[in-house]
């Protein structure tokens, strides 16, 4: 059985909490690109697992919680 990333519903669609980065933010601190930021929030795109692991740390979040079931 394969994980799906579940970026886009976990970093873009649920309400952006009060001390969560906004996409350029969070792109400057993954040294990533606000665009990239925008297709992973859209589900354009899906991050890299170095860039997912990255997008972790920054959120304080467990690689779980992007992940669907």
């Known amino acids: 059985m ?5 970026v886009p519903v976990r970093i873009g669609l649920e309400p ?3 001390m969560q980065p906004i996409p ?6 993954i040294n990533g690109k606000q665009k990239s930021i925008s297709g992973y929030e859209t589900g354009a795109t899906l991050p890299s697992l ?3 692991l990255k997008i972790t740390k920054v959120l304080k979040r ?4 992007f992940l669907d079931e």
């Not at 394969?2 to 579940?6: D, G, H, Q, Y």
């Not at 350029?24 to 601190?29: D, I, M, N, R």
């Not at 467990?62 to 919680?65: D, E, K, R, S």
């Open 2 to 6: 394969r994980a799906v990333i579940s």
């Open 16 to 18: 952006r909490p009060p």
């Open 24 to 29: 350029t933010q969070l792109a400057e601190k």
């Open 50 to 52: 170095k860039t997912l």
């Open 62 to 65: 467990p690689a779980g919680y």
